[in-house]
C-alpha cells in the first residue's frame, strides 16, 4: 500500500496561455488536492498558485510532472509523511 503524503505544492506561472491546462491538469487530480489558492502578482508579472495536497507519491509526481512540463510554469513541492 503506497504512503500517503501531504504536502505544499508552489506553482509559479510566467504565461498566460498556460492557464487553461494548468486548470484542465489540476482538475484531473483533483482526488488530491485538498485546498487552492492563485493569486496574480501584477508587479512582477506572474501569477502564484498555491496548493495543499493529499496523496501518494506518484499521484502527486504525476500531476507536478505535467505541471513543470508546461511552457512558462515552475513547480516547487513540499513533502511530509502522514
Not at 486548470?23 to 498555491?50: F, Q
Request: no cysteine.
Amino acid at each position: 500500500m503506497p504512503v500517503e503524503r501531504i504536502g505544499a505544492v508552489g506553482i509559479l506561472v510566467e504565461r498566460d496561455e498556460s492557464a487553461h491546462e494548468i486548470n484542465r491538469i489540476l482538475s484531473e487530480h483533483r482526488g488530491i488536492v485538498v485546498g487552492r489558492i492563485g493569486v496574480p502578482y501584477r508587479r512582477r508579472n506572474v501569477a502564484v498558485i498555491a496548493l495543499i495536497i493529499d496523496g501518494s507519491t506518484d499521484e502527486i509526481g504525476a500531476m507536478t510532472g505535467k505541471l513543470g512540463r508546461l511552457p512558462g510554469v515552475r513547480v516547487k513541492t513540499s513533502l511530509l509523511t502522514k
